[in-house]
């Protein structure tokens, strides 16, 4: 059984920076779309950054020019580079990774979500 195991988040100000990881448990299992999503209190989940294994990448427009996803399959990992982070970026983060193994069926795993506070 494949897990995503997230870290980096904390408590930060205005304007500074943090990077999340997401590592899977299991080398050697590739995924085929992996995807940063972020909830608020009393909103809903909310996708921030994917990007597919062609190297495909799409943001939300609220972190388009601060926030840079990456992979690397070798671990496999993914990031998220957060920078110039504003209050509104408060959240918990979770990581999704899907993997295609039949026409219509996927398997998909999530991270436990990891608290970023963004607060002066």
């Known amino acids: 059984q494949v897990q995503l195991e997230e870290s980096g988040g904390g408590l930060v100000q205005p304007g500074g920076s943090l990077r999340l990881s997401c590592r899977a448990t299991?080398?050697?299992?590739?995924?085929?779309?992996v995807r940063w999503y972020r909830q608020s209190p009393g909103k809903e989940r909310e996708l921030v950054a994917g990007?597919?294994?062609?190297?495909?990448?799409k943001y939300d427009d609220s972190v388009k020019g601060r926030f840079i996803i990456a992979r690397d399959n070798a671990l496999p990992t993914m990031y998220l580079q957060m920078n110039k982070l504003k209050p509104e970026d408060t959240a918990v983060y979770y990581c999704n990774a899907e993997r295609q193994v039949a026409i219509d069926d996927k398997l998909t795993f999530w991270g436990q979500g990891i608290q970023v506070i963004v607060w002066s």
């Open positions: 299991r080398s050697g299992f590739t995924f085929d779309v």
């Open positions: 990007i597919t294994g062609d190297g495909y990448i």
